[in-house]
């Protein structure tokens, strides 16, 4: 079973850049079709995709993010990291690392890690 876990710095102060991390095991990062994902929930809001890395390093973003995202990966660590630039309080959210065997659609989630964006 491939399992993720996020991390992260818990509270970032506005206009800074928040870095997390995700570290895969029992999986890897260039396994063939998967993709590795961030995702985000607001409080009281619904899930809102940001953006993944495929096993061959290729990245794709949500447009709502205007360049502000940035999706990375260190093989050797076997973790892929976002970086969000110019944040602000509405980037408070719980962010999900997600990976995804998109031959078949299964889904492997980390259990989250909540960030707050607050000076």
């Known amino acids: 079973q491939v399992q993720l876990q996020e991390s992260g710095p818990g509270l970032v102060k506005p206009s800074q850049t928040l870095s997390l991390t995700c570290t895969v095991s029992?999986?890897?990062?260039?396994?063939?079709?998967?993709?590795w994902a961030w995702v985000r929930q607001p409080p009281g809001k619904g899930l809102e995709w940001m953006g993944a890395?495929?096993?061959?390093?290729?990245?794709i973003y949500s447009p709502s993010l205007k360049s502000r995202a940035s999706i990375s990966r260190d093989t050797s660590k076997n973790q892929f990291t976002l970086q969000l630039s110019s944040v602000t309080p509405e980037d408070s959210a719980v962010y999900y690392c997600?990976?995804?065997?998109?031959?078949?659609?299964?889904?492997?989630w980390g259990q989250g890690t909540l960030i707050t964006v607050s000076s």
């Open positions: 029992n999986g890897s990062l260039r396994a063939d079709f998967y993709y």
């Open positions: 890395i495929t096993y061959i390093g290729n990245t």
């Open positions: 997600v990976g995804t065997y998109y031959s078949t659609g299964m889904e492997y």
